[in-house]
């Protein structure tokens, strides 16, 4: 199944509901308030849309995710790089290392899970 997109904005308020989950509407949109600096409508408008395109859950004033802060975050990736590298994934990190540069520490790091990733397929 295909992760619902979720706007920058949206993103935002996910990850406040992913820190408190399962939250209260009335409590998330204070949150929001302090913040994002948003109205209660707009917060509102947010759980709507984002329960209508089956992001999040709204019951009894509850609300929950249905999409984990890591399928967003690797369904945001993909697009980035469809869009912006044909999908190639040395051509994004490429990209990321000589505008960021990479750490010893950090290319341990991707070393270790590129092992990991072999070991499981």
Known sequence: METPKIFESEY???LILWE???INSTELARLCRERLGWSKATTYTVIRRLSERGVIKNENATVTSLVSKAQAQASQMEDLMERTFEGSL???V???AQRR???KK???EVRRLIDEYEEEN
């Open 90 to 92: 040395p051509a994004f």
């Open 12 to 14: 935002k308020f996910c």
């Open 101 to 103: 540069g990479v750490t």
């Open 106 to 108: 950090e290319l341990e």
């Open 94 to 96: 490429a990209a990321f």
């Open 20 to 22: 408190r989950e399962p």
